[in-house]
């Protein structure tokens, strides 16, 4: 609806943070991921968390590196969870949809 020089639109944005996406079928069986954002340590330095379930060790590795050039940062994997440095969350998520996940 337009109003003078300014259109009205519906508000239906939905925010992607700590959200958990339903489960998906794939190569890898069943898999689910989780990605919230946390601080972290002792400074307290933003952190992006990313939790897979149903992946394998050595594809976790794949896709931290994919993350890692994509986001520019840096990046771990600890106990099967990816961590990215920084607020990462919608490139993590849009990256994890095109991966299959």
Same mark, same amino acid.
């Given at each position: 609806?337009?109003? !003078?020089?300014?259109?009205? %639109?519906?508000?239906? %944005?939905?925010?992607? #943070?700590?959200? @958990? ?7 890898? +069986? $069943? /898999? #689910?991921?989780?990605?919230?954002? *946390?601080?972290? +340590?002792?400074? !307290?330095? &933003?952190? &992006? /968390?990313? $939790?897979?379930? +149903? @992946? ?9 590196? +994919?993350? *890692? #050039?994509?986001? =520019?940062? !840096? =990046? &771990?994997?600890?106990? !099967?969870?990816?961590?990215?440095? =920084?607020? *990462? ?10 991966? =299959?996940?």
């Amino acid at each position: 609806m337009a109003k !003078g020089n300014w259109k009205e %639109f519906s508000n239906s %944005f939905e925010s992607p #943070k700590n959200k @958990i996406l339903p489960t998906k079928e794939n190569e890898y +069986g $069943k /898999s #689910k991921f989780s990605v919230q954002k *946390q601080k972290s +340590g002792k400074k !307290g330095k &933003t952190v &992006t /968390s990313i $939790k897979l379930i +149903g @992946i394998e060790n050595k594809e976790a590795k794949k896709i931290l590196q +994919g993350l *890692q #050039k994509l986001c =520019g940062t !840096g =990046g &771990t994997l600890k106990n !099967g969870n990816i961590e990215l440095q =920084g607020d *990462q969350v919608e490139i993590s998520i849009r990256f994890l949809k095109n991966w =299959g996940l």
